[in-house]
């Protein structure tokens, strides 16, 4: 159980264009999703943390307006990268955290690439 | 969450049993110490957590010492798969807030 599948894992667009990113809880409800941004060869940093229903809590130095976040419902997060620019290219990984499992809860997603050309 | 530390890379021959160190010397009595696994290119994958007592289940045992300062995540018989960035991490685990990952270190499995 705990499963969480993040969609796309690849995608390239052009400069200027936006891009969704759809992290989805497939069988247990996500009270609380995070969203990570790694860089080649380091480690994650945290973007933001969003509960559903709420708006998310952005991480300093991370614009909100550039990195959509939506958190509707109990099994989908979504981040759209806005205006996306070539240094927004970057390995995008949720994480979705059901409470009622206590300290077993964080999942995380497979990741998406992110090429901006 | 309390600093842990790592070291950056090991090696281990394929077969052979893996021990990656942890060291969380400010560790609280109600944080756990959370281990998980990148491989290339993927999320992250849980492993195992415990608080004070050693732990094992399908994938690795996790040892933990005494005064809580310090862990050792086992994987009893290392295969190429298991080559990827290892993370521990000391977390209460409450679920209200993220996880922080450091650098980890990366376990290379030779053949």
């Known amino acids: 159980g705990a499963v969480v599948s993040q969609h796309p894992s690849r995608v390239i667009c052009k400069s200027g264009t936006s891009v969704k990113i759809e992290c989805r809880s497939l069988?247990?409800?996500?009270?609380?999703m995070f969203w990570y941004r790694q860089f080649p060869k380091k480690s994650l940093m945290l973007m933001a943390t969003?509960?559903?229903?709420?708006?998310?809590?952005?991480e300093q130095g991370v614009e909100k307006d550039k990195f959509l976040i939506n958190h509707a419902s109990l099994t989908l997060s979504t981040l759209t990268v806005t205006s996306a620019h070539p240094e927004d290219s970057s390995f995008y990984i949720c994480s979705a955290i059901n409470r009622d499992r206590g300290s077993y809860g964080y999942t995380f997603g497979s990741g998406t690439r992110l090429t901006v050309v | 969450d309390a600093k842990t530390t790592q070291p950056p890379s090991m090696d281990c021959a394929e077969g052979r049993a893996a021990n990656l160190p942890c060291n969380h010397s400010t560790i609280s009595g109600n944080e756990y110490v959370y281990w998980y696994r990148q491989i290339h290119s993927q999320g992250p994958q849980y492993i195992i957590h415990?608080?004070?007592n050693n732990e094992t289940n399908e994938m690795a045992s996790l040892i933990i010492t005494e005064d809580r300062k310090s862990s050792t995540l086992i994987l009893p018989h290392a295969t190429l798969r298991d080559t990827a960035v290892y993370y521990c991490i000391a977390h209460e685990g409450a679920g209200s807030y993220q996880l922080t990952f450091g650098k980890g270190t990366k376990l290379s499995v030779i053949p």
């Open positions: 415990g608080l004070k």
């Open positions: 969003s509960n559903e229903g709420s708006k998310a809590t952005y």
């Open positions: 069988d247990f409800q996500a009270t609380t």
